[in-house]
């Protein structure tokens, strides 16, 4: 199993960013998916989960700003980033999990400054 997560950058405090996450060897649909993130000197927290049913759940601190969402069909999961925050600023995690399988990502950095 790979997940491989790209798209994270430096952005400018307001501006958008969307990041994805390519999954390879497993099959999609059969599995939920979420963005963690992990800023320095922070644990690692949620961030946006999207269930198998399609349902979504969101950290409150990107509550109406994020957006995720999946691709079945490509195998891919994005978060679209809106109105971003220096407080967003994180190494960002793709994960696809069920009931008795976890996998994680390697991370992309998003830098928000200006």
């Known amino acids: 199993v790979q997940l491989q997560a790209s798209g994270g950058g430096l952005v400018q405090p307001g501006g958008s960013l969307r990041l994805s996450c390519a999954a390879s060897?497993?099959?999609?649909?059969?599995?939920?998916m979420a963005w963690h993130r992990q800023a320095p000197g922070k644990q690692r927290e949620l961030v946006a989960a999207?269930?198998?049913?399609?349902?979504?759940h969101y950290a409150d601190s990107v509550k109406g700003r994020f957006t995720i969402s999946r691709g079945n069909a490509e195998k891919m999961v994005y978060l679209q980033m809106n109105i971003v925050k220096p407080e967003d600023t994180a190494v960002y995690y793709c994960?696809?999990?069920?009931?008795?399988?976890?996998?994680w990502g390697q991370g992309t950095l998003v830098t928000v400054s200006s």
């Open positions: 060897g497993i099959i999609f649909s059969r599995y939920s």
């Open positions: 994960r696809v999990y069920n009931w008795d399988r976890d996998y």
């Open positions: 999207s269930a198998r049913d399609g349902s979504t």
